[in-house]
């Protein structure tokens, strides 16, 4: 066989282990979306067993050997071109996946459905003792996993790596104590003022007209939705099963206009990443967002630097009143600016406003180091979140379920590696938000405008079409012409919130 | 390994075969009632892989090793007990698939997609022609299936036994000339009567309350929504991803009120079946109806049997008036039964009444072992078809696309094998229909209130749990102590037109 031959055979391989992947997201999805009751039981092990098959397919003696053989071909090639990314990421994700024993990752999926289920029950229960042994299982096999990588400063560092290449807790410390210093005593100045009413959020918002509209934005600002859908379920998400198959997922309170419209826009922003990728990688590796960090910068963006700005309510405010005359007929569009930009001590990550919501992420990146050092034990875990609560956001749980039971991600398998995306994802939204605006200076008043192309072709230029071709900080070299820096997003806070609380 | 862990280890293989399947099936629903158009082409290639997969794990190696260790245990075990008849089922299968040669194989399925997709383009522009080339590799590649299996009396064979195993073309022919030589004067007698006004079905009716109304009698009936769900698509079908997990489709006319209600009906019998299958069987090949006639015997008795009876719109047209007051206030239950059983020379095999039905299929079994004879070309098929419509319909199309382009089925990879189902559905619909008011003698006019628990259960028992578990012939004669008999069905339609018509 030539070595176009075998790498076009690679390509195959790694197209059914993607579309194997695919078709357990589309089962997960339909979980969530559609599936009647009953079909838990089956459902479940349908997906696991997809997922299985497709990481047997990927680790198999085949893919191992094609990449061995390519080496040669790999090093021919322009590093910039396709075949060439394509070989990077193969190798990268397959080295990764095989320094795992399969027997200790037949363990790890056990203790994942095992935590999963107790958590299940522990939150509602509000019983943090539930979760207690799983958990320091759990804690035992993330730092077991670290180990496989001995070349890692940190255990937490593969994990990370895993999610946000070339990310290190060395790297993360410093970036997130910034943003820490910066962020409590900017909360603590807004929170000392008396709070905004923001009461007319939570008048009664029909379900139709609230899906309506933020879909209608959606497409807007350029989901497309030949290539995309929306529909319901309990915790909103973006899945694809291929570029031109990308959906997202909404929930509507309709006792709060936020809900469903924020959760839609910044979806939207996950999904248009999806669908932006070059139709010339579908089907490989290389066709998905390149980071955790980088698709939530998207999300943010759409949601954040744009969905709540000023500009944009400019524009869409008379329609939102068109679709609720009764409930903002009397509302202006300022008060309703201040109103969803409201900053709040709260205690819910998810629900949490801009100034805020990075401190929630940063309480939790800190308690997954100190477990992960052995600094923190699991049975301490609860004090320690309210304690650290209390010292950033200057509020205390005074139930579990509300502080450490809250988020899934550490009773899903694995403690570490599932945070830091988020506020990195915070950070680079204002610094590709900034380097669009630089590059063409009229995006602020398109928006006003309801005009979203610029912006939409900037970002599809600069970040989505290329997938995963280049890693994230290359990316954020190419499109921003700086590394990763904290100063636009820190900007972009003072400048916001100084204006709205006249600090 | 013992024999009990070899018959373990075979159940393991044969339910991930089957977990392979039912996520293909997945796939294909979502395809027809929520997938973007965008999503077409990955779609496909993600189901054709999963289907090949499930074969290429079900005939490779390691299942025939199994299958034949564990001759031993099934001589020993009970021929009626659940393992025996599993061994017995997963035999009949393997040996029927490792008859197909693989390469064989990729060409029916190349040529079926190649013949679908000149169908879908053909069907529209009324042009035969398109599919002439795809449909003669079709016919020349399902003679050469019947020759794989050198034992068939018919090249046919093979086929129809794949669907209703047992069947035979030797069997069908008589039975189906009875049918034809009964049916072909009724529908005469009929249709030179002065035929009904069912102009009152043709009023707008809205979808919603369309929707609701058919629901619910699929619910009253036995359906259950917890196991459950139906949506919209062009065709109406059931599916199922385990027996917990039984979906249904219709679809809304709005200009016909036939159209939703009566596939929810059929549909819902199906879905019955399949949810009626025995918890124990879940996973295995056992879980599923037994044959297409079988199936069909479901759907017709539900649809027809009970839902355009007299005594069921006795209970329930009281509610379909209040759903739609204006369309049916002036309409007597009377004039509405003699709508929905009005009897016409018609085209179109889906929309046909009860009295015509059987002669759109027996046309198209005919025809189809003419064709694998060679006693009819393919580029005869248009006027061969025309012929056979005039002389047992009294009808001819005067487009291709109400005749020979009609149905999918011939386009979809073989000819022979798919219509005998329908028929057979028919026949047995009536015979266990008479068998279980046989048994439970208060079903009618249970029926008359509205109250399907005794029928049900019935059907339940004698059918649905079994799954697969006996052969079609032998569940037939477990449940209606007889073998399968036409009689029944002669009698039903000749004891309900006879009076509807009064002839």
Same mark, same amino acid.
């Given at each position: ?9 690679l390509?195959?391989y ?17 979980q ?7 079909g838990?039981?089956?459902r ?7 997922q ?7 680790i ?18 322009d590093?910039d071109?396709l ?9 990268r ?6 320094? $795992?024993?399969?027997d ?7 203790n ?11 939150r509602p229960?509000?019983?943090f @003792?539930?979760v207690?042994?799983?958990?320091e299982?759990?804690?035992?096999? @993330?730092r077991?996993y ?14 990370i790596?895993q ?15 910034t ?28 379900e139709n007209?609230?899906l309506?509209f933020?879909?209608k $934005? ?8 030949g290539?995309?859908?929306q529909?319901k ?15 997202i ?14 959760s ?21 590796p290389?066709a ?43 509302v ?9 930009n ?11 406003d ?6 929630h ?15 923190l034990a699991i049975h ?5 979140w ?6 950033y956001?200057?509020i205390?749980p ?16 694995? $403690?570490?590696?599932?945070?830091q995306?988020?506020?990195l994802?915070?950070i ?13 200076p009229?995006?602020p ?9 610029s912006?939409y ?10 997938g995963?071709k ?11 012409s ?5 100063e ?16």
């Amino acid at each position: 066989m030539s070595l176009e031959e075998k790498l076009a055979k690679l390509k195959t391989y790694l197209g059914e282990v993607n579309d194997l992947g695919a078709a357990a997201s589309l089962l997960a999805w339909d979980q969530v979306t559609y599936m009647p009751v009953g079909g838990a039981v089956a459902r479940q092990r349908q997906i696991a067993l997809l997922q299985r098959l497709s990481h047997e397919k990927f680790i198999g003696r085949e893919v191992g050997r094609l990449l061995d053989d390519l080496v040669p071909l790999e090093q021919e090639l322009d590093p910039d071109s396709l075949d060439a990314c394509l070989l990077r990421v193969a190798r990268r994700d397959y080295e990764h996946a095989v320094k $795992i024993p399969p027997d200790f990752l037949a363990k790890l999926h056990e203790n994942a459905a095992r935590s999963y289920q107790a958590w299940s029950e522990a939150r509602p229960a509000n019983d943090f @003792s539930k979760v207690v042994e799983p958990l320091e299982l759990t804690l035992e096999l @993330s730092r077991r996993y670290g180990e496989f990588f001995p070349e890692s400063e940190h255990p937490a560092d593969p994990l990370i790596d895993q999610s946000d290449e070339g990310m290190t807790v060395a790297l993360l410390r410093p970036l997130f104590r910034t943003l820490r210093r910066e962020l409590v005593p900017l909360v603590e100045a807004i929170c000392s003022q008396e709070s905004v009413d923001n009461s007319v959020l939570h008048r009664y918002y029909p379900e139709n007209e609230q899906l309506a509209f933020g879909l209608k $934005i959606a497409r807007d600002f350029g989901y497309d939705l030949g290539r995309g859908r929306q529909d319901k379920s309990p915790h909103p998400f973006a899945t694809n099963f291929s570029i031109d198959d990308v959906r997202i997922t909404t929930w509507v309170d309709e006792r709060d206009v936020r809900e469903a419209l924020f959760s839609t826009l910044h979806e939207s922003g996950h999904a248009m990443y999806e669908q932006g990728v070059s139709r010339s990688l579908e089907g490989t590796p290389l066709a998905s967002g390149v980071s955790s960090g980088v698709h939530e910068s998207q999300s943010r963006l759409w949601e954040n630097l744009v969905g709540r700005s000023r500009g944009f309510w400019e524009h869409y405010y008379p329609s939102l009143r068109e679709s609720f005359p009764e409930q903002l007929g009397g509302v202006s569009v300022d008060s309703f600016y201040r109103a969803i930009n409201s900053v709040r001590k709260s205690l819910v990550r998810t629900k949490a406003d801009e100034v805020t919501y990075n401190l929630h992420v940063i309480l939790r990146f800190e308690l997954e180091l100190e477990l992960l050092e052995g600094k923190l034990a699991i049975h301490d875990l609860p004090d320690a979140w309210r304690d650290r609560s209390y010292r950033y956001l200057g509020i205390t749980p005074e139930e579990d379920r509300d502080g450490v039971l809250q988020d899934v991600h550490w009773y899903s398998g694995a $403690i570490g590696g599932a945070f830091q995306g988020y506020s990195l994802g915070n950070i680079l939204s204002a610094q590709f938000y900034e380097a669009a605006i630089n590059a063409v200076p009229s995006i602020p008043s398109e928006i006003e405008a309801g005009n979203f192309t610029s912006l939409y072709t900037w970002l599809k230029f600069n970040i989505y079409r290329h997938g995963r071709k280049y890693p994230p900080q290359d990316l954020i070299k190419r499109a921003t012409s700086q590394d990763l820096m904290i100063e636009p997003y820190l900007r972009y806070l003072r400048t916001k919130y100084g204006k709205l609380y006249s600090l």
